[in-house]
C-alpha cells in the first residue's frame, strides 16, 4: 500500500511523526505537510506567491503553504505513482462537528478525496499531545483492518479519545454533532497601542446527543464520521425553482 501523509500542524509536530511511524510499520508512505502550523486554514489554496518544497533529514517533504497546497503538490507533483490512501494528522486537538469546516486536517484529507483516493483525518480529542502513540496504534488499525472492506473513495473524520491504547472504546459510526455559535472576537492592543482582534474560541456543544461525535469521543470511544463534499441543499431545490417562476 501506499500512503501520502499530511497535517495542518506542520512537519515538526509529533502528531504526524507518531502517524508516519506507525503507518511505515504497513505501507509504503511519504509525509508532504506544511512548514509550519496552518491550523484553521480549511481548503484554501495559496494562489497569490509560488510555492517551495524542501526535505527534512527524516525525509518529511515540507510546503510553505497550506494543507491543500502539500496534497496538492504531492499528487500533481512529487509522487510518480498514485497513493492508495492519503491520510491526515494525527491533529492537536479535535476536529468535531462544526470545525471540520475550518479544518485544515480535514481540508488535506477532502484534497486526496477530490483526486478520486481514499482519505482519512486523524485527530484527537483534546489538546496536548498526551498518548499521540496510541492514536497513531489506533490510526494503523483502522487503515489496516477496515480501509480495504469501505465503498472508494471515501472520506473519513476520525477523532480519538486520549487514552491509552488498552483503554479505548470500540470505533463508533458517527455523525457530526454542532456548536452553539462561536464566542465574540476579543480585542485587544499591541506593543505600539494599535487595535488588534484575537478570533474568539469556538461556541459551546449544541447538538452532543447520541450518535454524534461528540458523544462518542466523551465516552471514550472512537468516532467514525463518513463525510461529503455535496453542499447542496436539495430539499429548497423545488421551493427556489417556484420562487423564480
Known amino acids: 500500500m501506499r500512503i501520502l501523509i499530511s497535517n495542518d500542524d506542520g512537519y515538526l509536530a509529533p502528531g504526524i511523526t507518531a502517524l508516519a511511524n506507525a503507518l511505515a510499520a504497513i505501507a509504503d508512505i511519504t509525509v508532504v505537510a506544511p512548514d509550519n502550523n496552518r491550523s484553521g486554514a480549511s481548503n484554501s489554496l495559496t494562489l497569490d506567491r509560488p510555492l517551495s518544497v524542501q526535505q527534512a533529514a527524516n525525509g518529511f517533504y515540507f510546503v510553505n503553504g497550506t494543507p491543500t497546497d502539500c496534497v496538492h503538490v504531492a499528487l500533481t507533483v512529487l509522487m510518480p505513482d498514485k497513493p492508495d490512501l492519503v491520510v491526515s494528522g494525527i491533529n492537536n486537538g479535535p476536529n468535531m462537528g462544526d470545525d471540520t469546516l475550518y479544518s485544515g486536517t480535514v481540508a488535506a484529507a477532502t484534497e486526496g478525496y477530490l483526486f478520486g483516493i481514499p482519505a482519512i483525518a486523524f485527530s484527537q480529542g483534546e489538546y496536548g499531545w498526551l498518548h499521540v502513540d496510541d492514536a497513531a496504534r489506533v490510526a494503523r488499525d483502522i487503515v489496516e483492518r477496515h480501509v480495504e472492506s469501505l465503498t472508494k473513495p471515501f472520506l473519513l473524520n476520525v477523532n480519538i479519545p486520549n ?68 453542499l447542496t441543499h436539495r430539499t429548497q431545490l423545488a421551493s427556489l425553482a417556484n420562487a423564480l417562476l
Open 163 to 230: 487514552r491509552a491504547y488498552q483503554d479505548m472504546g470500540p470505533l463508533a459510526a458517527t455523525r457530526l454533532g454542532k456548536r452553539h455559535q462561536s464566542e465574540p472576537v476579543i480585542r485587544a492592543h499591541d506593543p505600539r497601542g494599535r487595535e488588534i482582534y484575537w478570533i474568539g474560541p469556538p461556541g459551546a456543544c449544541k447538538d452532543a446527543g447520541e450518535g454524534t461525535d461528540f458523544y462518542a469521543v466523551a465516552h471514550g470511544l472512537v468516532s467514525l464520521t463518513p463525510l461529503q463534499i455535496d
